[in-house]
């Protein structure tokens, strides 16, 4: 399998980020509905907005899917108006950058619910870090940043992590991902890993 990014292979990352960006921007009223029921509930479904990169990944399985998909799917949620303005992008940024170093210290070869949890939390972690630069988790209480983050890294783990792997799975089972690559049982056992 050819390591570097065919026209194909943008163009179904594209396509799935569109997906992903609608959701994103269907997502952001949601995360707004839950923040005043308290206990950091918005911050739980905050993993939704990682998962671009990750089911990109499962389906493509090559080096700088997940990046290009965060990113697409961030211009997607930017262009039809986000509520979180042109930030959208530069979280994009660097939530697919960190998932994308994760699954580069993989080597690009593993693709299990271990890898993928630790790309969402990497996600995570980067959206933590863009919070930080933009000035207001630093003011909460320890108990209460603890709370923000053990919910955000939660959610990332459940939609970006979980989620995500029974989408490739349900996809790999289907024959969709033989249009760009044919699925070997490698591929069905990697998923499993």
């Not at 940024?93 to 998932?99: D, E, K």
Request: aromatic share 12%; hydrophobic share 55%.
């Amino acid at each position: 399998m050819s390591k570097g990014l065919k026209l194909t292979d943008i163009l179904v990352t594209v396509v799935i980020s569109i997906a992903f960006g609608i959701i994103y921007k269907i997502w952001g009223p949601l995360y707004y509905a839950l923040k005043p029921l308290g206990l950091h509930l918005d911050q739980f479904i905050y993993g939704m907005w990682f998962i671009a990169a990750i089911v990109a990944f499962l389906v493509i399985r090559k080096p700088g899917v997940a990046l290009l998909a965060e990113v697409a799917a961030s211009s997607g949620e930017f262009l039809m108006g986000s509520e979180f303005g042109l930030e959208v992008l530069i979280y994009g940024f660097v939530q697919g950058l960190f998932a994308e170093l994760v699954l580069m210290a993989f080597g690009y070869k593993r693709s299990g619910v271990i890898v993928v949890s630790l790309a969402s939390i990497a996600a995570c972690a980067g959206s933590l870090m863009m919070d930080y630069y933009k000035g207001y988790i630093e003011d909460l209480a320890a108990w209460n940043l603890a709370l923000l983050i053990a919910m955000r890294t939660a959610g990332s783990i459940l939609f970006s992590g979980l989620l995500a792997l029974g989408i490739a799975k349900a996809l790999e089972r289907t024959g969709v991902a033989n249009i760009l690559r044919p699925a070997s049982q490698d591929d069905f056992d990697s998923l499993n890993q």
